[in-house]
């Protein structure tokens, strides 16, 4: 099983978009996929819900792809308190991970993208080399959050056939 991370609680963000067209590649590859947006949930504390998502998803998983927009200059912190409050050795140990970042400026947070790597290999994770930094994101996708242009397609098309084969 492949979880898919939406690393924001922000409403209406970009961030679940690109992690929408992430969820719908993955079953067009007739993946067992699941999509979590953080939008709504609670995960500042362990509690009830933080040990639903495990039990339901975050534990049965055998790999995890986090999109991540870039929050002053690295990742949000709803997506640190998720990996703070759950069971990281049940969650996350010897799981294999990819990792996307999402911005509006040149760097696609890149600087998020190592931040978090340097942490997951903290928690004994396998992160996928193939990082893809998704840069001037108003500009990659339109209103309605299509990819607009072909070379993104393929490089996003690249990172999630290998990550499968991973």
Avoid at 36 to 51: F, I, M, W
Avoid at 77 to 101: F, M, P, Q, T, Y
Avoid at 118 to 140: A, D, G, Q
Wanted: glycine fraction near 8%; aromatic fraction near 8%; charged fraction near 25%.
């Amino acid at each position: 099983m492949i979880t898919i991370i939406s690393g924001t609680n922000r409403t209406g963000s970009r961030t679940l978009q690109v992690a929408t067209h992430y969820y719908k590649i993955l079953q067009d590859l007739n993946q067992d996929v699941h999509l979590v947006s953080l939008v709504g949930c609670n995960v500042l504390e362990r509690n009830d819900e933080v040990k639903e998502l495990e039990a339901g998803l975050l534990i049965p998983s055998e790999k995890f792809i986090f999109i991540m927009p870039e929050y002053n200059g690295s990742f949000p912190g709803v997506l640190k308190a998720l990996l703070d409050n759950s069971d990281i050795r049940k969650c996350w140990w010897h799981k294999k991970v990819s990792l996307v970042g999402v911005a509006d400026g040149r760097g696609g947070n890149l600087r998020g993208i190592e931040h978090m790597t340097n942490i997951l290999h903290y928690l004994k994770m396998n992160v996928h080399y193939n990082k893809l930094p998704l840069s001037r994101i108003n500009e990659e996708l339109d209103a309605e959050g299509r990819f607009l242009h072909e070379r993104t397609l393929a490089a996003i098309s690249e990172q999630v056939e290998g990550f499968v084969a991973y």
